[in-house]
């Protein structure tokens, strides 16, 4: 029997096969079932800052500063007495996922800002998450806010947090760093626990009938896989964090890929999202049975085989391998055709 | 005794409290200034608050006032202990009940903001004509005169009519003391249940109408005992003032204050004396005691019991040396020969001077005058006035103070100089906001603080303007060691501390004719300290030199959105006010309004109270003093309120109504019939808007969607020959119109009022074209107004000048050719992004020429007639809409009316034509008679027979030529339009407009449904949605929203419509056209987002659109004409629902609030609202699909429908 299990985070669980960011957490029946599926730990969904703060400025404007002065109406919508906003029912169901699921569960924060982190932070802790991921979601749009500009915020957010937070915590970071490792030691240099790359973020897309923006988000495909498999290898090694792979993710064999790149985990979403949630169990075995057919141990002995310190030609890791893929389109020279 | 806890409430919070404290069945209906105890009965018992008893009381709204006292009868009849709240018409709808309840001997507290009635005109005011109204229902009268006494008066009523079983009204003045905050000792529980007798409790409830001990009540008499049975009621009146002085002297026992039936006050021995009830006494207390402090000898009763009139009392609380007594009635009786208390008082003191108990040396002299209509101001020194002219040998009789009356002569003069004590004992500071800046709220809060922070009494009392967009508010404050009794604005010369929250207030108000000497002046202006002086108009900067008024300035705006509050200035002015006012330690208060900012935002709002922070911290950094240089320099003068040239009517009322002077208005000038010239909003320049719409000529294709969705009217097309712009200012800009259907030649243009534009930004919205290069910029775009204002000014004045298009060549039934027509209701003070007024604006273009409207009481008579100006208006012709409001109840019979005068003169008038006939031409009178008006050209041929037939008549001189001459205009075509929101069509007057849908009249009914009382704040109606949090449905309304249209179309005849013009305009303008066009009763309903719906109105259309695509807001037309054709009635003009409706009632707070609040019902409201919507829409699908005769109803058609078979496994 292949030891299947792995750790991420300090955090012990049965398979590498973990569940992400997904509204499946907001249903406690569909959380169960991806637990009974055979989930080792779950991401809830996204709290967003910017959510959470356009409540309170709704509310603020829709309730508190209604009057419009006018002697026969100064209100218009009555205050309710006690009313649940977003953070409170994020806390709640994080709250509820903990009591009836015995898997760890990974609270997932959104946002840019120092407040909102590290106050929703704190909170997130209490409400006993087993750690955080904080999924940074900046997009400089300033011409002149320099990369560094951007990677001293993310360093900052984190190391603030770190001070008053002492679960683990994953960092869930974009491709678009201009250095990738470094951005990711530096985060190690701040206390982060882990990293998981990447990013996949909503694409804002024009209507051509009315020529307004609409952001959309499909499911994956498993080429998207490629690019993470490609930086946890080059990170495998060089940093001591655990290593998360999202995006693309829908089968055994990425899985194995991952794990090969150095990842302790892999996340799936859109597979689970659009098959069910038995889909976890099936890859599970999928991965169990690649790794018994060859003749595999555990998957703590296929961590990083194949990563950038110790691939055969780690070189493709590198600019090489943009060579390499144009020429598998061609023959290899002296093949007769 | 205890010791005093302190709470700062207005009136209606101490009314309702105590109603709330000690009843179990409460009935309301929303009417102002009552409206907010109903309010706070219903959020107090939805949050579980229970009453004195341990159990919650059932709150229930009624559709009518004349309901909720039926209601309460039943509830009274059945053992239960129950009350309501209402004011004027209100009040006076209950009056039939009233009647029964007393005639029962029934305990009960009406608890009422004492309000004046619709009479030349309707007021919301404070005083005392509907209460006036009641006293012979034989309901006890008892009255408060401050916001403490309504606690108090509230609770010795409940005690004493449960004692007496005589039903008793418990009233205060609207608005002076419903809505003055006032810091109260509060009664606390024990004390309530110290007064109530539990004995009393079970006599009620033993005398309930039971099945286990049955009796009957309510029988009808005949002649042999009716007239007995009336005086059988006598011992229990006799009694009652006994009872009531008994629970006043037990309340006194355990709270110290004492009260009597009627209560002296003044010198020992008086010789002149004012006698009065309600606020007013609370200024005479306080003016006859300062008189006293000076020598005079005066003295005052206040009478607090006025029914059952007890005057023994009276007679006992009169020293007996007075000689000469005035009765101040708040009220007027037209024709009688005084008002209701001086009558009484008249007579009890003949009755006492004829008996031998008689202590008077001779019987005083009385005289009655009236103060104090609709909130008028009555001040000391028109008390004063009062006692002097009872010092002259022969004082005025039914005399009126408070006016200036040449046409009668009733009025008193009186010193506007003259001041108490109390003028130099408090603090008294005025704030000038604007009604959404949340300066009110603030200066509430500012209240609190210092009622909390020091031993100061406090008092607040806030100034409305009636205007919805860009409302002014005053805000009175005073603070200090005494209790306050100054139940009277801070007038000329008098404010220790002003502030002007709004730069642009200083081109419309003399703030500073309030500021007393040495006062500080608080100004929020965008200059920096050194420029504020220069940018004062001269008229200030002379007070501030000859006054010493210290100024001070801060850059209000700057600091709010620099500190993330965007235009959010309230917290950064409140802050200023404690820094400067030195009202209470900086530092104390600095904190305090932190803390309430905390308490107000929460943990929830952390955001927003970091942001708060960081203002008030920076506001106090960006405070400025003003060196104040010695001579006026400005050359800025205040404009007049109105233009130079306007008619004279306009200046000497209107004019003085708009800059605040409408008090000194003589009453020779005032319309005795409450008659006034129409299209005066025009002149009322409120110059609202930061940002205006500016049209790009070269990108517009002249669709017309501009001018229909402009809620104000404020920007127009027009269509003109170019030869008439060449003395155009330089900056107008028209270019030729599009399309084939104008000559040659023919330019357009689109034109902004920029001082009448609100900048609501709907237009821009609502534009459909964009630059092909660069998606964000349309044919409009809004831009900052101030650079634009006196250009687009000068062009809009021009465009004034342009002649109307010929209506008859205009393509009406497109909203192109439409949008050509001139709007005849403009410039309403209706809200920013208002949903209502496009569409009433859209009927006066369509048919505005020919129309009479009945307007129900509500938003749409507040924006359409309230003073000062009205947006209804005429055409060069002098032709436009005619417009009356007659109440909320019956407003389509009102309208039924008009149509109903409107036949008559129109058959009469043809018969007349007929009699006339051999001296008027064959062809003429045969023209007139069979004229087809059926069209603009139709019409305008029909005027012009009528102009030549006023020709032939000149000539004539017959009686029925006289009479044909005078009705000549009836023979034209009149348009009725009955126009009212969805409390009144589906609520209080649902069983007029269901009456007048079925007698078959030609009337156009527009329902404005904002699924809310939108008018009186928010309350739900039948018209709310399943779901939606309103007031009085806290929870979410339970039931479903009344299907009007249906129940409509179950009738013969009616032409039924349901519309939003923001979904599909067109639909719109046709259902217009053809309710018009219907020969018979039309309905039309049409969409119109509020305020209320908790949504951003710059998304007005947004919203309509989602609620169509829903299913929400089915878009149909049901034209029975249609069935005479052998066709389908009902058409739809909306596709099947293609939006969940989550998406849609996620996108308002009235929805969205009760997921945060009631998560569990909201899933069950929404997921019912969504099974409902698809049912709706498959029904009336198969409704516009079966085959249709004349024998078939909706009803029937129903039985015939089959949920969709989707839905049912659902």
């Known amino acids: ?337 | 005794m205890k010791k005093a806890h302190m709470i700062t409430i207005d009136g209606n919070q101490a009314a309702a409290s105590i109603a709330h404290l000690t009843n179990e069945v409460i009935a309301i209906y929303p009417i102002t200034p009552a409206s907010p105890m109903g309010e706070w009965a219903d959020e107090w018992s939805s949050r579980g608050q229970p009453n004195l008893w341990g159990t919650v009381p059932h709150i229930i709204e009624m559709q009518s006032e004349a309901g909720a006292a039926g209601a309460i009868h039943g509830a009274l009849q059945a053992g239960s202990l129950a009350t309501t709240f209402t004011a004027s018409q209100g009040l006076l709808l209950m009056i039939p009940n009233m009647y029964k309840i007393a005639g029962e001997l029934t305990p009960t507290v009406f608890h009422i903001a004492a309000r004046s009635l619709a009479c030349q005109a309707l007021s919301i005011f404070g005083d005392h004509s509907d209460v006036m109204s009641v006293r012979m229902t034989g309901f006890a009268m008892l009255s408060s005169n401050s916001p403490q006494e309504v606690q108090d008066m509230a609770l010795i009523a409940q005690a004493a009519t449960l004692e007496s079983r005589i039903p008793l009204l418990h009233f205060f003045d609207g608005f002076r003391t419903s809505h003055e905050l006032q810091k109260i000792n509060e009664i606390d529980q024990d004390t309530i249940r110290a007064m109530l007798s539990q004995e009393a409790i079970q006599g009620h409830r033993q005398r309930a109408l039971s099945p286990d001990h049955p009796v009957v009540r309510g029988t009808s008499q005949n002649p042999d005992v009716y007239f007995q049975g009336r005086e059988s009621v006598n011992p229990f009146y006799e009694k009652m003032p006994s009872i009531v002085q008994t629970c006043m002297d037990r309340f006194a026992e355990l709270t110290g204050r004492q009260y009597k039936l009627f209560e002296y006050l003044g010198d020992t021995n008086p010789e002149r004396l004012i006698i009065l009830m309600g606020s007013g006494a609370e200024a005479t207390q306080e003016t006859v005691e300062y008189l006293q402090s000076e020598g005079e000898s005066v003295g005052m009763i206040k009478v607090r019991l006025y029914r059952p009139f007890d005057a023994s009392a009276l007679l006992d609380a009169i020293p007996a040396s007075v000689k000469k007594i005035v009765v101040l009635d708040r009220t007027k009786e037209p024709g009688a020969d005084g008002e209701p208390l001086y009558k009484d008082i008249v007579t009890a003191l003949a009755q006492h001077c004829c008996s031998e108990a008689n202590k008077f040396a001779s019987m005083p002299v009385v005289m009655g005058g009236r103060y104090g209509l609709s909130s008028k101001e009555f001040t000391p020194g028109m008390i004063k006035s009062i006692f002097d002219e009872l010092a002259k040998d022969k004082p005025k009789n039914h005399f009126t103070i408070g006016i200036h009356d040449d046409l009668s002569n009733t009025s008193l003069e009186w010193d506007k100089q003259f001041r108490t004590d109390a003028n130099n004992e408090h603090f008294q500071a005025m704030f000038y906001g604007l009604g959404s800046d949340g300066t009110v709220s603030a200066n509430k809060n500012s209240i609190k603080i210092i009622g909390e922070a020091t031993d100061l009494y406090t008092q607040g009392y806030f100034v409305y303007d009636s205007k919805k967009s860009g409302a002014v508010t005053v805000s009175h404050l005073r603070f200090g060691p005494n209790p306050i009794r100054s139940t009277y604005l801070i007038s000329d010369n008098d404010a220790n501390f002003i502030a002007c929250h709004q730069p642009v207030f200083l081109e419309r108000y003399n703030m500073l004719d309030n500021a007393a000497d040495e006062a500080v002046f608080l100004l929020n202006s965008s200059h920096a300290p050194d420029k504020v002086w220069d940018d004062l108009p001269k008229h200030m900067q002379e007070q501030i030199i000859a006054k010493r008024i210290k100024l001070y300035t801060i850059d209000a705006y700057t600091v709010a959105e620099q500190s993330g509050m965007g235009k959010r200035i309230n917290t950064i002015m409140q802050t200023c006010f404690f820094a400067i006012s030195g009202i209470l330690p900086r530092e104390d208060a600095i904190q305090a309004i932190k803390d309430a900012v905390e308490k107000t935002y929460g943990k929830k709002g952390q955001r927003i109270v970091d942001f708060n922070f960081k203002a008030i911290d920076a506001a106090l950094g960006a405070l400025h003093e003003v060196r104040i240089p010695d001579k006026a320099t400005s050359k800025r003068l205040i404009p007049p309120p109105v233009p130079d040239n306007a008619p004279d009517f306009v200046k000497q009322v209107t004019g003085r109504i708009i800059s605040g002077q409408g008090d000194d208005i003589p009453v020779s000038l005032m319309p005795f019939d409450g008659t006034y010239p129409t299209g005066t909003a025009a002149i009322e320049k409120r110059n609202l808007a930061l940002e205006m719409p500016v049209w790009e000529m070269d990108l517009c294709t002249d669709c017309g969607k501009c001018p229909l969705v402009c809620p104000h009217a404020a920007i127009r097309s027009k269509i003109f020959p170019e030869e008439l712009t060449q003395k155009a200012p330089s900056t107008f800009k028209h270019r030729t119109t599009r399309g084939k259907e104008f000559p040659a030649g023919t330019h357009i243009a689109y034109q902004v009022a920029p001082e009448d534009c609100t900048g609501c930004g709907l237009c821009v919205e609502i534009c459909p074209i964009r630059d092909k290069s660069n998606a964000s910029r349309k044919a409009l775009n809004m831009a900052p107004q101030p650079a634009l204002r006196a250009s687009e000014r000068d062009n809009w004045n021009f465009f004034l000048t342009l002649p109307e298009y010929d209506r008859i060549l205009l393509k009406n039934t497109t909203i192109k050719g439409s949008m050509i027509m001139q709007p005849l209701f403009e410039f309403s003070g209706a809200c920013v992004g208002c949903g209502e007024t496009p569409y009433v604006k859209l009927a006066s273009q369509l048919f505005g020429d020919r129309m009479l409207v009945a307007n129900a009481t509500g938003c749409s008579s507040i924006y359409g007639g309230n003073l000062p100006t009205t947006p209804w208006c005429k055409n060069a012709d002098g032709r436009g809409p005619a417009w009356n409001n007659s109440l909320f109840e019956d407003n389509a019979e009102f309208g039924l009316g008009m149509r109903l005068a409107v036949e008559k003169q129109h058959e009469y008038a043809c018969e007349l034509l007929k009699e006339l006939r051999p001296q008027l031409e064959d062809k003429l009178v045969d023209a007139l008679l069979d004229g087809d008006e059926s069209s603009e050209a139709g019409i305008a041929e029909q005027r012009a027979r009528i102009e030549q037939l006023k020709q032939k008549l000149n000539k004539l001189s017959s009686p029925q030529a006289n009479d044909l001459m005078q009705l000549a205009d009836m023979l034209s075509r009149k348009s009725v339009w009955i126009i009212g929101g969805d409390g009144w069509a589906y609520d209080i007057g649902y069983g007029g407009v269901d009456h007048v849908l079925a007698s078959g009249y030609n009337v156009n009914i527009l329902v404005l449904d904002t699924e809310v009382y939108s008018n009186t704040g928010g309350q739900a109606s039948k018209a709310t949605p399943r779901g939606a949090v309103a007031k009085f449905a806290t929870g979410g309304k339970a039931c479903g929203k009344k299907d009007l249209a249906l129940l409509a179309m179950e009738y013969e005849n009616v032409y039924v419509a349901h519309v939003a013009y923001g979904a599909k305009d067109i639909q719109t303008l046709r259902a217009f056209h053809e309710a018009e066009a219907h020969d018979g009763p039309s309905l039309i309903i049409a969409y119109s987002p509020c305020i209320a719906h908790g949504v951003d109105l710059s998304f007005n259309h947004r919203q309509q659109e989602m609620a169509v695509k829903s299913g929400h807001w089915p878009l149909f037309r049901f034209d029975p004409t249609r069935i005479k054709q052998g066709k389908n009635p009902l058409h739809l003009d909306s596709a099947a629902p293609s939006m969940p409706y989550e998406d849609f009632i996620k996108t308002e707070t009235r929805f969205s609030m009760l997921w945060r609040s009631h998560p569990d019902d909201a899933d069950r409201f929404l997921k019912q609202a969504q099974n409902e919507v698809q049912h709706r829409y498959q029904y009336y699908k198969q409704l516009s699909e079966i085959e249709w005769d004349e024998q078939t109803k909706p009803s029937a058609a129903k039985l015939t429908t089959k949920i969709n078979p989707q839905l049912e496994n659902e």
């Open chain 1, 1 to 337: 029997m292949v030891d299947l299990s792995t750790e991420y985070m300090g955090l012990k669980l049965a398979h590498p096969i973990v569940p992400s960011a997904s509204p499946i957490s907001r249903e406690l029946d569909k959380a169960k079932q991806l637990e009974d599926a055979g989930a080792p730990a779950l991401v809830m969904h996204s709290l967003f800052e910017e959510e959470i703060q356009s409540e309170a400025e709704h509310f603020s404007r829709f309730l508190v500063e209604q009057g419009i002065g006018h002697a026969e109406a100064n209100s218009f919508h009555p205050e309710p007495i006690e009313f649940k906003n977003e953070l409170d029912n994020y806390l709640e169901q994080l709250q509820k996922l903990k009591q009836s699921l015995s898997i760890p569960i990974i609270a997932s924060l959104n946002g840019i800002s120092m407040d909102g982190w590290v106050e929703h932070g704190k909170e997130l802790q209490a409400a006993g998450a087993d750690a955080l991921e904080l999924n940074v979601y900046y997009i400089p749009t300033n011409i002149f806010e320099s990369s560094q500009y951007v990677e001293d915020r993310y360093v900052e957010l984190l190391t603030e947090l770190r001070r008053h937070v002492s679960i683990p915590i994953t960092m869930k970071l974009s491709s678009q760093f201009s250095s990738v490792a470094h951005m990711v030691k530096q985060l190690e240099n701040a206390g982060a626990n882990g990293v998981v790359l990447f990013n996949r973020f909503y694409q804002p897309d024009i209507d051509l009938e009315t020529l307004h923006i609409k952001p959309r988000l499909e499911y994956s495909s498993s080429i998207e896989s490629l690019l993470r498999i490609r930086w946890v290898a080059i990170l495998y090694g060089q940093v001591k964090l655990s290593l998360a792979v999202t995006g693309g993710v829908h089968g055994g064999k990425e899985v194995v890929k991952a794990l090969m790149a150095g990842a302790d985990v892999a996340h799936v979403c859109s597979e689970i999202l659009g098959k069910g949630p038995q889909r976890i169990s099936q890859i599970r075995d999928e991965l169990a049975a690649w790794l018994e057919e060859h003749e595999y141990e555990s998957v703590q002995q296929i961590k990083g085989s194949v990563s950038y310190k110790n691939a055969i030609d780690a070189g493709y890791y590198e600019r090489a391998n943009y060579l390499s893929v144009l020429d598998s389109y061609t023959h290899a020279p002296g093949v007769w055709r």
